[in-house]
Each structure stands twice: as C-alpha cells, then as structure tokens.
C-alpha cells in the first residue's frame, strides 16, 4: 500500500498541470484519496506555481464531426426498417408459398 501511495503522488508532483482530481481519475480512486495521501506526503503545491494549460480543441473533434452525417444515416436507415417491419409482417402471414 505505501507503494501505491507513492505511486498516486508522484504523478502529481512531477506535472505541474496535474490536478488531484486528473490523477484520482488516472487511478480510479476517490480525489479526496489522493488529496489526503499528497498532504501526507508533503507534495502540495504553492500557489504561484501553477501551471495554465492551453486548451484546445480535442484532436477527435473533425472526426467526430465527419461521422455525424453517417451515424445519422445510420439512424434513419433503422426508423425506416422498423417501420416497413409491420407491412412485411402482415403481407408474409397473408401468403402461403
């Protein structure tokens, strides 16, 4: 256990944009958890030191906006059947081959 103690701080001490709540996610982990094991350890941060990260746009972003016209199609492929399902339904009960 003192292992994955040191395990979980260690992230957060070496990134400066690292945040408890990034690294207890990381570890599927309670962040109050972490927050605890990071005083316990010392490793709390100043204030000053804090590091902005840019944000930017996630790199799946075009993607995502490239497949939103097939997953439509997708969609109304699925409408469709589910409504010509009950004509075929009734017309295969009416023959007999």
Do not use: H
């Not at 709540?21 to 958890?33: G, K, M």
């Not at 840019?54 to 409504?83: C, D, F, H, W, Y």
């Amino acid at each position: 256990m003192p292992q994955f103690k040191a395990d979980a701080v260690a992230p957060y001490q070496s990134r400066p944009e690292a945040t408890i709540r990034q690294v207890a996610v990381d570890l599927d982990i309670n962040p109050e958890t972490v927050r605890n094991w990071v005083r316990g350890a010392g490793a709390s941060r100043p204030w000053g030191l804090r590091v902005e990260v840019p944000t930017e746009p996630p790199a799946s972003a075009p993607l995502e906006a490239e497949n939103a016209a097939p997953r439509k199609k997708v969609r109304e492929l699925g409408e469709e059947r589910q409504i010509l399902r009950k004509p075929a339904k009734c017309f295969a009960g009416e023959t007999r081959w």
